[in-house]
Each structure stands twice: as C-alpha cells, then as structure tokens.
C-alpha cells in the first residue's frame, strides 16, 4: 500500500509504517466497546470533601509547594470556529438566528466591542460587522485560537484566555516568586502568543510581584494519523500523496510527558472566570493538589512497605487504599490469587502515575463522565469515558452511562514522577485501544478519521485515578460567543 513517496514522507514526520499499519486495522475492525460497571458517584468512586478536608487540603499544598515543583499547562490550540457557528450561518445566509439575534442585541456587552468599534467608527449592517469580527479582513476571530480573543471586560483592560490563566497561575502553580505555565499551542499561531505574552507579562509581574516562566509547544507531526476513504484504502490528494490529519486531544500526550515538574495542573484554555469569581476555583484547585500530594505520601511509604515482608493485615489495608484513592476494585478471581502475585500487582500499581480528576455534577452538558470500567480480567477501575465509547444499541450499557451524576470539566492536577523522583514514560500507560473514528469529507470526497485515546481518558487509562467532585462555579466553559454574556463572564 505504501510506495517509496509515502515512505518518505513517513520518515519525515517520524511515524513508522507498521504504526500506519496499525491505524488501518483499527478503521477495518473498529475499537472495541468500553465495558461500563456503572457510574462512579459520590462515595462510589467520587470523593466528597467536607469544608474541613478542603481547609486541610489547601493547608498541605500550601505547605508543599514550598518544596515541589509545580506547573500549569493550558491546551489551547484548538481555533474558535465552532465558538462562532451561529455567527458564520448569519454571514453565509444574510439572516439571523436565535443566537446571532442575542448576540446582536447584547453586542456592546462583549470584551472585545470596543475593538470591533475601532473598525468600524459607526455600527453599519450586521453582514458588516460579522465580515469585520470574524474575517481576516478585520479581527479574524473566526479562525484564531480562543487563548488570543478578548473574554473579559475590567475598569483598566481587556483580558484574554490566556492572561486570565497567567492570573490563576499565581495563586496555584507559584510558589509566590515564581510562576511556571506551558501551553499548546498550533504552529500558524505561536507567533501571535509569543507577541501577546511579550505585551503582558511585565506588567502582571510587576502587579503581582511573581516572574513568569511561559513555555509553549506544538502537536508533534509523528502523532498525526492517517485518513482512509469508505472503504479503507488510504484517502489519498490530487496529486497521489497521503492525506494526514491531527490527532485530537490525544495526540497532547506527547507534550505533557516532555513536561519535568512534580505536580502538573491541565484546565482547558476557556474555563476561566474574571478576578471576582476566581476564589472557588483557586480554593478547590488547592486543595485537589493536596489532596494529591497526601496520597503520593501514602503511596511512597506503601512502596517501602512491599520492599519486605506484608502479612496479611497489612495487604488488606494496602486493598482498601487502592479501592478508595486509586480507583482500583479487584474482581472476584482475585481471591485466587497467591499473596505473591497480589503484591507484585500492587507494586506495580504504586510504581505508575497518578492523577486527581475534579468532576461537577452533570448538568447535562454533552460530553464524558466518571464511571467504573471492568477490565478483561473482571477488575473495576476508574475512567473518564466519552460517549462515543459506548455501544448506545446496548440497552444496558446505555442505562449505565445514562445514571452518570457527574461531569468530566478536564480539571486535573497529576503526578508523572515516581517515588524516587524519575519521570515516568507516560506514553506505556495509554489504551491505545480506546481512540475515536470519524467521518469527515475532503474536496466533497467521504472520509474515515481516527483520533488518538484522548488526553483524559484513553491517554490515561492506565494511570491511578481519583474523583473529586468539585463546585459546578469552578466550571465556565466558552463552547459559544452567547457563553460570555453569561453572569460567570461579566465584571
């Protein structure tokens, strides 16, 4: 199937043939179904934290920070287009929408209308003002990335995605001298983030008195994958060659496990708030982080035990920390096992990453959830699962993922080192069984897409895992332009 150009061009991006290989098997014969148990909830896989453990929690990060590495990383390469979906109908068509009519009434309640205003001194027809917002001929906020668009209105500025995340990073990822964030971006657009942080950064620095250490990186072109046309063979351009697509979320792995720091905090690029409403979200992000720092402890000091003799009082404790913090509930064979292979297993697990997930509670935003999986074995373990893994035509898998109480915001703070400091591999720890196909067209032509096991569930199925359910406040998605009229989004 593949000749010398292809082969060439493989080579150039890093990407094996064999893994091409792979990615077709996977078109031919589809990924298998998850195995939903039934959904976690509170006291059931999600922990609930009294005010006394978030006061306590925040106590021991606070007191950790002091001597652990900590960093944020924001992806935020995604462009905004289906931010202005309604908007771009109302263009194409030369008629309004629901939204596009709201969005109209309200459009001096935005961040960013006194920008539109300097385009266009006095507001002339809605085609105009739509061309000037969206297109390249005025802002272009139709193909730029939501970390560059003005979010927030204040007294004294405009913010952005991106300086309201620098903001947060102060309280969270500092250690009050110094503030370490990371973002992905896609390559069409570092410069502007280069030009935007070379804007702000002095003057948060000198507000907050921290200096900022702003790294950015890019979706590796070997994470690329390849697309097929409706009967599987390589969907191929006009001119023969093959056609490559990104990878979806999934392909960031790559990035986070380039990351060196002891805790490492991920927030998608639009859930963030104005300063008014900051202090939930900074509160429970503290204490997500030491409540993770508690149970590395636990873990560390669990490790040195299984270095020598564990009797059997001993075990069963070491079980029942795995099933209330780690998310890991042996099935029934398990009791068959020798004391010899339950100590190997749970080495192993003490020797893998480790990642607190904050779930919200599911207010019916599309999406995925926390639930327990079983495992070929018939083992229970924790996972964020997607929709789109879930056989719908099965009833009762359907009634399963339909009871989720919770919400995945992708609110994570993780740990990729392990006991003795050393970084872990994070790319062992993927099911690589667990990616996504999709249909798109090219040139009017029908396509089959295939993206990578996604950042927060298949990337990290193999990671220990804890639910924490955190404040709904804490979650304030931009999926639409309307959202920042929304009191979360207005000073």
Known sequence: MLNTVDLTLLEKKGIKPSEVQKQIDYFKQGFPWMKLDRAASIGNGIIHLSDADVDRYVKRFEEAKKTMSILKMVPASGAATRMFK??????????????????????SEFAFAPELKKLLPEWSTEQ???????LSKGLDYGSLPKGLLSFHYYEDEVRTPLEEHLVEAVEYASDGKDAYLHFTVSPEHRSRFDALVNQVVPKLEEKFQVKFHISFSEQKPSTDTVAVDMDNNLFREADGSMLFRPAGHGA??????DLDAD?????????VVPDKLKESTII???????????????????????EGEVNASTLQEIQDFATTYLGILPGKAWDAHSQAEKLALFKMIFNRPTRICGVVKNTGEPGGGPFWCRDQEGNSTLQLVESAQVDMSNESQKAIFTE?????????????????GKSFDLLQYRDMS?????????????LKAQEL?????????????????????????VKTVNDLLRPSHQN
Not at 128 to 134: D, K, S
Not at 434 to 446: L, M, Q, R, S, Y
């Open 86 to 107: 309604s908007l771009f109908e109302h263009l194409s068509e030369a008629k309004p929408n629901k939204e596009s009519s709201v969005f109209f009434d309200r459009l």
């Open 128 to 134: 105009e003002i739509l061309e000037n917002l969206l």
């Open 252 to 257: 960031l792995l790559e990035n986070l496990n």
């Open 263 to 271: 805790l490492i905090f991920i927030k998608n690029i639009d859930n």
């Open 284 to 306: 429970y992000k503290k204490a997500l982080g030491g409540l993770l720092v508690e149970i590395l402890d636990k873990i560390k000091a669990y490790a040195k035990v299984l």
């Open 404 to 420: 989720s109480t919770h919400f995945n915001p992708v609110d994570l703070v993780c740990a990729t080192k392990d006991v003795n």
């Open 434 to 446: 667990t990616g996504f196909i999709t249909e798109k067209t090219k040139d009017g032509k029908k």
């Open 453 to 477: 096991p996604g950042l927060w569930n298949g990337a990290m199925a193999y990671w220990n895992t804890i639910f924490v359910e955190v404040p709904l406040d804490t979650f304030n998605p």
